[in-house]
């Protein structure tokens, strides 16, 4: 997974604490501005690839280190759980100063075991990733025609058996004048952000140019430096000749015994692209209008399936309601034996299905996922969560999960009431299992998984002190949280079933097919929503790709749960059409067997578009954490089967009287 606690991202702790100021700003969202000359210091951020997975410590290979030693950023929990790990570099410029042929440093000879692990990080396609001003550097290629963006560049490239490393880096900084008042207000005019700042530096820097740093661009070459002229330089010196970049050139070889020299170019441009469109170059999508088009498609035919479902089924049902109210009771006497469906059952239909407890259990957990699933991509939505804002969504996700275990507690409390026919002892029980199941699995998942990571020496592994905080922020944040939550649920009003319980249950007519059959075919329709939207969000999660279109991911889910809705009620209404009262797991599977589908896409996903992924760690890394979200599916969309049908079967009973 993929960098601590101050990172805020929560509705209630978006905002940093600042002094008074004429207008706020999000977190990594404010335009910093630089003078000529100032000191510009790139990042360094993990090494990764997506044929392992595995992200790396930069320092792990031979690179060159600051003269003033390796600097940790401050990272969010996001961030660390996600494997970043921000460092300092030797990189720096001078702001809107060019500079050539600038000598890094030289690496000494190789060891046998340098040497090695450099080749097996070439051979596994590893990317070195920096980042200036919040902006990865960014690499443009060119392929039949077409101009293809990649973050970041590979640490070396594998030509006929002989490696050879990228060593020489050409930057390229697009910078904006940020002095005049039209710049002032385009780049604050967000949310207000930035004005403050902008007044304070006026006051600082009244005759100095400023500028804001709207782009970071890098082109890697491998050259060969001819050591015996270097003679004595030191860091930050210029070489006595000049360094031709080629791009398409391979000259320096990875070598036990030999040297590798670092050195790089910078050069700064003015560009017309403003501070707020600065990520436009990496949110851009070949084939975009494809994928508008897709998703849009899909939304409409689903919407009409959807509301073509509803049309009918709610015909269906008034007319059953309709013929059964114009009875009167000596014609229903008359003709009892011979009335069938969802009438006979109504002495049953609210008998307490085995397990019970338990699902009231995976009801209020789904609740509460869904929960943070909707406050997240509603947040992302409106831009309250910025990609400049490194794990800033996991460290949302992870709190709003957190506080909703409210949510988990009073729905899986006040179910249960219902269901055990009011009684209240044990209701902490089901609050303190309701805040440990799907915790729980995740945890059992991590370590897991971790244990891997471990094994394996890559910054993808949980530190054992983040360990200890989640524990902390579960067990004094969440757990609490859903303990008032079943206070609440305990305190509130009791669900009052309309019909009384027969003693003895009513017998059931054998099924013409088979019930499961139906339920995990249910499942299609709600799958049918996603399955475009989950092509991206897979390859955001594991191709490296930036996911950006939360407008359509917010209109998608609401799609999900309406369908999820739907399907469950219809199929709630087959069941007890024949006489089949036991609705309630059905109602939660129903909705809930799209998650049979995202795992079977999941290894589809694996087998035909992970097909470079290598090693038996890097597939059960992926089956892990597909597992993980496979069950937070289940449980979301089951819920949401469940308590529709839940509220469609007591509106049903209670509209009709029966005596």
Known sequence: MENLLLSLCFPLLLFPVLPPTEAFFLPGSYPHRYGDGDLLSVKVNSLTSIETEMPYGYYTLPFCKPIDGVQNSRENLGELLMGDRIESSPYRFKSYVNETDVFVCSTGPLSKEEARIMKLRIDQVYQVNHILDNLPAIRYTEKGGFKLRWIGFPVGLNFNNVYYVFNHLRFKVLVNKYGDDHAISQASGAIGEGVDVVKSSRTRHNNVTQRIIVGFEVTPCSYRHDIKQMGNLQMYQKFPWGINCDPLSLAMVVKEGQPIVFSYE?????????????????????????????????????????????????????????????????????????????????????????????????????????????????????????????????????????????????????????????????????????????????????????????????????????????????????????????????????IEYPVRINHIAREIPPPKYPSWLVVIGAGTLPFGTLFIELYFIMSSLWLGQVYYVFGFLLVVMILLVIVCAEVALVLTYMHLCVEDWRWWWQSFFSSGSVAIYILIYSVNYLVFDLRSLSGPVSATLYLGYSFLMVVAVLLATGSVGFLSSFWFVYFLFSSVKLD
């Open 266 to 494: 910078v050069s700064f441009e003015d560009s017309d692209i403003q501070w707020l469109s600065r990520w436009d170059a990496y949110l851009k999508m070949e084939g975009s209008q494809i994928h508008w088009f897709s998703i849009l498609n899909s939304l409409m035919v689903v919407a009409f399936l959807a509301a073509f479902v509803l049309v009918i089924f709610l015909r269906t049902i008034r007319r059953d309601l309709t013929q059964y109210e114009e009875i009167d009771k000596d014609a229903q006497a008359e003709i009892s034996e011979e009335v069938s469906g969802w009438k006979l059952v109504a002495g049953d239909v609210f008998r307490p299905p085995p397990n019970a407890d338990f699902l009231c259990i995976l009801v209020g957990d789904g609740v509460q996922i869904l929960g943070m699933a909707f406050v997240i991509v509603l947040f992302a939505a409106f831009g309250f969560i910025s990609p400049a804002s490194h794990g800033a969504l996991l460290t949302g996700m992870l709190f709003s999960y957190l506080i909703l275990g409210f949510a988990a507690g009073y729905v899986s409390v006040k179910l249960w009431r219902a269901v055990s026919g009011g009684e209240r002892k044990n209701w902490a029980s089901v609050s303190w299992r309701a805040s440990c199941f799907f915790p729980g699995v995740a945890f059992l998942v991590l370590v897991s998984m971790n244990s891997l990571l471990w094994g394996s020496q890559s910054t993808g592994a949980i530190p054992f002190y983040l360990f200890v905080i989640l524990l902390l922020l579960w067990f004094f944040v969440s757990v609490p949280l859903t303990l008032v939550g079943g206070y609440f649920g305990l305190k509130s009003n009791s």
